[in-house]
């Protein structure tokens, strides 16, 4: 699990927009969760992420096989990423946020707090629905 004191990127990476995992430990962590697959299994595994100069997400294998994923599918890729990981966003963080704007004298901060909680929101799925959960 990624260590959520530290940046994602390096400011190198950040300025390059490109990433690229290492080898053996791209190696060992599916070693360690592919078990269940199969010999056969042909998951292939992302080895390189940057962003292009149109603001697509560049997503690249190790034989180099390339996908970009559009802008408009961006949201989508950093909510699926974040969700249910250390350094994600919680229902708790965004009501933190509301609360602090509810505090706050100061209008320019509360908005600035609100449109973050509204950012982060828009990151998070929706709460369980209660009559599908009794169900279940």
Known sequence: M????SPALTPEQWESRDYRQVARDLD????AHTKRAGPDDST???AKLGLDESGAVIVMNRAHDRV??????RAVLAAFALAD?????????????ER???ETR???VAAALRSLGDRLQALLPPPP???TQSRA
């Open 106 to 108: 100061d209008e320019a």
């Open 129 to 131: 629905n209660p009559s």
């Open 100 to 102: 602090a704007a509810a």
């Open 28 to 31: 060992r962590w599916a070693k």
């Open 68 to 73: 970009l994923v559009p802008p408009p599918a």
């Open 44 to 46: 292939e595994y992302v």
């Open 85 to 97: 990981q250390p350094f994600g966003f919680t229902p708790a963080d965004v009501h933190a946020l």
């Open 2 to 5: 990624s260590d959520t004191s």
